[in-house]
T-cell receptor, first 109, second 114 residues
Framework: KQEVTQIPAALSVPEGENLVLNCSFT??????LQWFRQDPGKGLTSLLL?????REQTSGRLNASLDKSSGRSTLYIAASQPGDSATYLC????????FGQGTELSVKP | DTGVSQNPRHKITKRGQNVTFRCDPI?????LYWYRQTLGQGPEFLTY????????KSRLLSDRFSAERPKGSFSTLEIQRTEQGDSAMYLC????????????FGQGTRLTVV
């Protein structure tokens, strides 16, 4: 059974810091890896999709990498801003999306 | 807006009543997923469709829950005889058929059972 673990569970940083969010999977048979953000009380917004043949993907200040051999993915956020405050989720996608509990990020002005 | 649309956005119901939620996926997407999310938790998988076929149902989906996608377009999720434990955000997502494509979520339906 695929399980997703996200570390840390919560993170608070001052504005401007670079930070890394981690995601690991119990089953390294990873298909796509899609990172989402979720604002309180809202749906999920797609940030980046790393396809199974790729190792990383970049969008603006975000860079996500995928190491299939170890079953891990990281999301790097450069020069964090208060607007980045949200919960970040990294489900594995193999027919259906399987979620962990996410990382709750707070960026303080 | 051609994103995933969910209605209603909020629903308050009395315990024991039936409720039905609707999800309209992105038009060319043939996969549709339902999830349930409670406060502080990640989304939990309920069921998914490929076109009109329901391919998988979670053990979380008790006999009181039923989902349909009759013509392979919109989907409905019905909860019969609601219980307070059903209070949650119900999320719908859609994607193209293959495993290498991006999934998109709607804004969710917030259900409160009083």
């Amino acid at each position: 059974k695929q399980e997703v673990t996200q570390i840390p569970a919560a993170l608070s940083v001052p504005e401007g810091e670079n930070l890394v969010l981690n995601c690991s999977f119990t089953d390294s048979a990873i298909y796509n890896l899609q990172w989402f953000r979720q604002d309180p009380g809202k749906g999920l917004t797609s940030l980046l999709l790393i396809q199974s043949s790729q190792r990383e993907q970049t969008s603006g200040r975000l860079n996500a990498s995928l190491d299939k051999s170890s079953g891990r993915s990281t999301l790097y956020i450069a020069a964090s801003q208060p607007g980045d405050s949200a919960t970040y989720l990294c489900p594995n996608q193999g027919g259906k999306l399987i979620f962990g509990q996410g990382t709750e990020l707070s960026v303080k002005p | 807006d051609t994103g995933v649309s969910q209605n209603p956005r909020h629903k308050i119901t009395k315990r024991g009543q039936n409720v039905t939620f609707r999800c309209d996926p992105i038009s060319e997407h043939n996969r549709l997923y339902w999830y349930r999310q409670t406060l502080g938790q990640g989304p939990e998988f309920l069921t998914y469709f490929q076109n009109e076929a329901q391919l998988e149902k979670s053990r979380l989906l008790s006999d009181r829950f039923s989902a349909e996608r009759p013509k392979g377009s919109f989907s409905t999720l019905e909860i019969q005889r609601t219980e307070q434990g059903d209070s949650a955000m119900y999320l719908c997502a859609s994607s193209l058929r293959t495993e290498n494509t991006e999934a998109f979520f709607g804004q969710g339906t917030r259900l409160t059972v009083v």
